[in-house]
């Protein structure tokens, strides 16, 4: 199965600050890689696929970059609705493992 | 309005059986496959299983393969997930999720999410 980290595990921004967060790939995954937001209580949402692709209807503040083991989410202008924890997924082959998450929080 | 809406959750002792249903409206059912996601109580999301929209492919997690059976009823717009043989580590919201075509790019509609407890 493939292993999929992120860093940092948490994370503390202002509004208004770019924000990158970082996910890797135990091995190659090409652009099969997906992140979601997730507020508490509530479902996930898809924010970006196949790396860099925005899903309908996301803000153009969040953008995603990388290939192969090394992808990164950026929000480049933080918003009181960011506020969340952030997860990275690989759909190069089942299991489609997630990553731990990353929290953002307010400084 | 695209929707899933899960139901079956509840309070069993483990070694225990429950059966999970997601009813999915606002989409043609049969043409999408579908997968539980799960997440243990201050934890992070775990893939548990997906299918594909015919129901002819399935796929686990190494954590519930001989123990979880996803399923579905195109007919009646309904995923299902039978779990076996849960443990208190089987504790968790389950949320059923819609992929995308190709379902590489990720899954674009989630349920709210059914509590499973696994307690004696």
């Known amino acids: 199965d493939i292993q999929m980290t992120q860093s940092p595990s948490s994370l503390s921004a202002s509004v208004g600050d770019r924000v990158t967060i970082t996910c890797r790939a135990s091995?190659?995954?090409?652009?099969?890689l997906n992140w979601y937001q997730q507020k508490p209580g509530k479902a996930p949402k898809l924010l970006i696929y196949?790396?860099?692709s925005l899903q309908s209807a996301v803000p153009s503040r969040f953008s995603g970059s990388g290939s192969g083991t090394d992808f990164t989410l950026t929000i480049s202008s933080l918003q009181p609705e960011d506020f969340a924890t952030y997860y990275c997924?690989?759909?190069?082959?089942?299991?489609?493992?997630f990553g731990p998450g990353t929290k953002v929080d307010i400084k | 309005e695209v929707q899933l809406v899960e139901s079956g959750g509840g309070l069993v002792r483990p070694g225990g059986s429950l059966r999970l249903s997601c009813a999915a409206s606002?989409?043609?059912?049969?043409?999408?496959?579908m997968s539980w996601v799960r997440q243990a109580p201050g934890k992070g999301l775990q893939w548990v299983s997906a299918?594909?929209?015919?129901?002819?492919?399935?796929y686990y997690a190494d954590s519930v393969k001989g123990r979880f059976t996803t399923s579905r009823d195109n007919s009646k717009n309904t995923l299902y997930l039978q779990m076996n043989s849960l443990r208190a580590e089987d504790t968790a919201v389950y949320y059923c999720?819609?992929?995308?075509?190709?379902?590489?790019?990720?899954?674009?509609?989630w349920g709210q999410g059914t509590t499973v407890t696994v307690s004696s």
């Open positions: 196949a790396a860099s």
């Open positions: 091995q190659s995954i090409s652009s099969y």
């Open positions: 999720a819609k992929y995308v075509i190709p379902w590489e790019d990720g899954m674009d509609v």
């Open positions: 997924q690989e759909s190069y082959s089942t299991p489609f493992t």
């Open positions: 299918m594909s929209g015919g129901g002819g492919s399935t």
């Open positions: 606002g989409f043609t059912f049969s043409d999408y496959a």
